[in-house]
């Protein structure tokens, strides 16, 4: 019976490391726990099984996590867990070659004071300095700054 408690504090001690080092970076309380059932199952060899069987124990310990953690370093298995895309869009990217300082357009959504505009007859992403106004409201490009346009409602 102490060889399952051994054995099973050992494996599960070692899941545990794995998991910290994957999915947990850093020492948090996974690590810490997977460490102390790793060396509690140690322990429990030198005390019920003598120096000579505690040495074993802990040899093959070392062994069976540094292949743990050779396999699944090297094989990967949780990229089936992980997020494989990422989003490299952005808002009027290369497309504010178009627009100038001065141009009209009539706000297409609410600017609120974020909003969509149609100017030179396409479809922008553009703020306000802070003016609402509602869809149909004509409006001008007062500045353009890092892909952002800047509106302000026409005044007639």
Do not use: H
């Not at 599960?12 to 994957?22: K, Q, R, S, T, W």
């Not at 030198?46 to 069987?53: A, E």
């Not at 001008?140 to 800047?150: D, E, G, H, Y």
């Amino acid at each position: 019976m102490e060889w399952v408690a051994i054995i099973s504090l050992i494996i599960v001690g070692i899941a545990l490391i794995v998991v910290e080092i994957i999915f947990v970076p850093g020492t948090t309380v996974v690590g810490i726990l997977g460490f102390g059932m790793v060396v509690g199952g140690v322990v429990m060899a030198f005390n019920n099984f003598g120096i000579r069987t505690g040495y074993a124990v802990a040899a093959a310990t070392a062994v069976a996590n540094g292949a743990a953690l050779f396999w699944s370093l090297r094989t990967k298995p949780w990229r089936k867990l992980s997020l494989q895309s990422a989003i490299d869009s952005r808002v009027n990217e290369g497309v504010l070659a178009d627009v100038k300082v001065g141009d009209e357009g009539v706000a297409v959504s609410a600017l609120r004071p974020a909003g969509k505009a149609e100017i030179g007859g396409k479809m922008y992403e553009v703020t306000t300095l802070g003016n609402f106004a509602p869809a149909g409201t004509p409006v001008k490009v007062i500045r353009i700054s890092s892909n952002q346009v800047v509106v302000e409602p026409k005044s007639n």
